[in-house]
């Protein structure tokens, strides 16, 4: 079976932090692709990232860095010196190869970053 | 702007009443995928189609239809509606049929109203 946990369901930090979002996701399929989406109070699903499961190479895009680890199953998602604009709720998302192409989300978690 | 757009915004309606929802895919995509995001079920996969044909079917209650024509906008259709049908309703779209090689691109969501 297809799954995608995030466990935070708030998180609140102050402007400046690190913040780390959680995604731990389970699967059979040995090929998968894990996203990351958010979606600000405006109500939009904003893509973020894409990542192959045979590419465990993290990334770093400005202030937003994704660390993927095949051993525990998890693409967490960091944003560093955290602003206000990166208030939303994220939500983590896999499809995996024999299945259908939509993607599974997780519950999101709901980031508030305070002024 | 994702290049999807979806009509209308905001749709309210009662109990047991029919709507339909549109939905425009970015130019020169062929793939429409239809979410549905609640408060109970979160964000689930409903269907897919591509280039007219149904590609894929999530949990998409008998109720609902959907059908892609040919000049590729698609048209979901909610019928004898309940209370709980209320949610937001995005449509996404990609090039081809494989969502795994392309990211999905949401539209701005309808979000529909059941009184």
């Known amino acids: 079976a297809q799954k995608v946990t995030q466990a935070q369901t708030e998180i609140s930090v102050v402007e400046k932090e690190d913040v780390t979002l959680d995604c731990v996701y389970e699967t059979r399929d040995t090929t998968y692709y894990l996203f990351w989406y958010k979606q600000p109070p405006s109500g939009e699903l904003v893509f973020l990232i894409r990542r192959n499961s045979f590419d465990e190479q993290n990334e770093i895009s400005g202030r937003y860095s994704w660390n993927f680890q095949k051993s525990t199953s998890s693409f967490n998602f960091t944003i560093t010196a955290s602003q206000v604009v990166d208030s939303a709720v994220y939500f983590c998302?896999?499809?995996?190869?024999?299945?259908?192409?939509?993607?599974?989300f997780g519950t999101g978690t709901r980031l508030t970053v305070i002024p | 702007d994702s290049g999807v757009t979806q009509t209308p915004k905001h749709l309210i309606t009662a109990t047991g009443q029919r709507v339909t929802l549109r939905c425009s895919p970015r130019?020169?995509?062929?793939?429409v995928y239809w979410y549905q995001q609640s408060l109970d079920q979160g964000l689930q996969f409903l269907i897919q189609y591509y280039n007219g044909e149904e590609r894929a079917k999530g949990n998409i209650l008998e109720r609902f239809s959907a059908q892609q024509f040919p000049d590729l906008h698609s048209e979901l259709n909610l019928s004898s509606l309940e209370l709980g049908d209320s949610a937001l309703y995005f449509c996404?779209?990609?090039?081809?049929?494989?969502?795994?090689?392309?990211?999905?691109?949401f539209g701005p969501g309808t979000r529909l109203t059941v009184l």
């Open positions: 998302a896999l499809i995996y190869k024999t299945g259908a192409n939509n993607l599974f």
């Open positions: 996404a779209s990609t090039p081809g049929e494989g969502v795994p090689y392309n990211e999905q691109f």
């Open positions: 130019s020169g995509d062929l793939s």
